[in-house]
C-alpha cells in the first residue's frame, strides 16, 4: 500500500469516526428533547388554558358592565307602551282631583 492508500484510508477513518459521534451526540439530543416535550407542552397548555380563563371572565366582566349600564327603554315597545299607559293613568288621575275639588268648593 502506498502512502497515500493509507492518507485515504486515515481520512475515511477519522470523518466515519466524526460523523458517528457527531450522529450519536444529536441522538442524545433529541432523546434529551423528547423526554422534555411532555412537560414542556403541559406547560404551554396550562398557560394557555389560564389565558383562555382570564380572558373568559374579562368578557363575562365586560358584559355584566354592558348589561347594568341604562339602555334608552323608549326603544323598547314594550316598555314605551306602559308608559304611555301610565301617563294615560296619570291624566285619569288629575281629572278626578280637579273634579274633587271641585266638589268640595
Known amino acids: 500500500m502506498t ?3 493509507y492518507l485515504l484510508k486515515a481520512a475515511i477513518k477519522k470523518v ?3 460523523l458517528n459521534e457527531i450522529l450519536v451526540e444529536k441522538i442524545e439530543e433529541a432523546t434529551n428533547i423528547a423526554q422534555d416535550a411532555p412537560e414542556i407542552l403541559k406547560k404551554e397548555f396550562d398557560n ?9 371572565s374579562r368578557m363575562e366582566k365586560s ?10 327603554t323608549f326603544n323598547n315597545s ?3 307602551k306602559a308608559l304611555n299607559e301610565i301617563e294615560g ?3 285619569q288621575i288629575d ?8 266638589q268640595t268648593k
Do not use: G, H, M
Request: avoid cysteine; charged fraction near 40%.
Open 3 to 5: 502512502n497515500s492508500d
Open 16 to 18: 466515519t469516526e466524526k
Open 48 to 56: 394557555l388554558k389560564e389565558s383562555i380563563i382570564e380572558e373568559a
Open 63 to 72: 358584559e355584566n358592565i354592558k348589561d347594568n349600564e341604562p339602555t334608552d
Open 78 to 80: 314594550k316598555i314605551k
Open 89 to 91: 293613568i296619570n291624566k
Open 95 to 102: 281629572l278626578l282631583n280637579k273634579t274633587i275639588n271641585n
